[in-house]
């Protein structure tokens, strides 16, 4: 816990344990939660400064809040993915503008000089290729529908079994008012 009256909230999710392997097709589902359901119900109506759903290669996907004035709430939000994803099931159109959105801020945005030497020599130290980043556009480019639902299924499944981590820093007051965590630490600034 902080002194404080915002909070940060996670939740992650290791799609191993469901037995599922990342996908390029997760930005775009990211792209749609952060645009819709994240704006809508963290952002507008909770209060909180932003919030995202973000995914690794490693196969680590979560959602993070920041500057967020209800932690209750917010992991609310975080527990319904599944349900809302298949109550807001996009159309092929909508996915459209996310595929374009999501190729554009993640593959073709301006950076400057320096921006464009880091992403290049993170890309070597993980050993991307110019051909995997291509295979990766090109696997974004087939997203569909169905790989909604097999998101959302996959995400239940795992929220089922008590898979996900959670975790905030935040204020003492919140973090305990929330009575989702058995146990926090005061930390020192």
């Not at 994803?85 to 320096?114: D, K, Q, W």
């Not at 569909?144 to 959302?152: H, I, L, R, T």
Request: aromatic fraction near 10%; hydrophobic fraction near 40%; proline fraction near 4%.
């Amino acid at each position: 816990t902080i002194p404080g009256e915002v909070n940060y909230c996670a939740e992650v999710y290791d799609l191993a344990d469901a037995g599922v392997a990342y996908s390029p097709k997760l930005a775009v589902i990211h792209t749609h939660l952060y645009s819709k359901c994240f704006w809508d119900e963290i952002r507008a109506k909770g209060g909180a400064y932003g919030a995202s759903a973000i995914g690794f290669r490693q196969g680590i996907v979560g959602y993070v809040s920041y500057r967020d004035p209800r932690v209750t709430d917010t992991f609310g939000v975080y527990g319904s993915v599944p349900a809302w994803i298949e109550a807001n099931l996009p159309s092929e159109e909508e996915i459209g503008s996310m595929i374009v959105s999501t190729v554009g801020s993640a593959y073709f945005a301006p950076r400057s000089e320096i921006d464009l030497g880091n992403a290049a020599l993170a890309r070597y130290l993980v050993g991307q290729t110019a051909a995997d980043r291509q295979a990766e556009i090109e696997t974004i480019l087939t997203t569909a529908p169905a790989d909604f639902k097999v998101y959302a299924d996959t995400i239940h499944a795992l929220q089922a079994e008590g898979k996900g981590v959670k975790t905030i820093l935040g204020g003492t007051d919140a973090v305990k008012a929330s009575g989702l965590f058995e146990e926090s630490k005061i930390k020192e600034l």
